[in-house]
């Protein structure tokens, strides 16, 4: 079973590959670092939000966590949550626009 953080590490490794694809296709540093950018700002909105850290609300981010809820010895509730994705319909929306622009954006962009 791929953990969350084994999702995180190769989201990171498929953006170095993007970016090293794009440099030999546009020879451009710039839309390296545009590709880098946007692939950071993607990745952390798609990723970020499903770990238990962040699935808490915004407000208890700048306060540690609690153990139990850490490891996920709290109840078997919580358990059983933890490796469960949780579907957002107005989350999924609202991702689909924001990134479907940004990607519309990027690629003009690039192919500028």
Do not use: N
Not at 18 to 42: D, E, N
Not at 61 to 90: C, E, H, N, V
């Amino acid at each position: 079973m791929a953990t969350k953080d084994d999702a995180l590490r190769s989201s990171l490794v498929s953006l170095g590959a993007v970016i090293v694809l794009i440099g030999f296709c546009t020879f451009s540093f710039k839309k390296m670092f545009v590709t880098y950018a946007f692939g950071l700002f993607a990745i952390a909105g798609l990723v970020l939000p499903d770990w238990e850290f962040f699935d808490r609300d915004v407000s208890q981010w700048f306060s540690p966590m609690p153990f139990d809820d850490a490891r996920g010895r709290g109840s078997s509730d919580q358990i059983t949550r933890s490796g469960s994705f949780k579907f957002y319909p107005l989350r999924t929306i609202l991702y689909t626009v924001v990134y479907g622009f940004g990607l519309y954006k990027w690629w003009t962009y690039i192919t500028s």
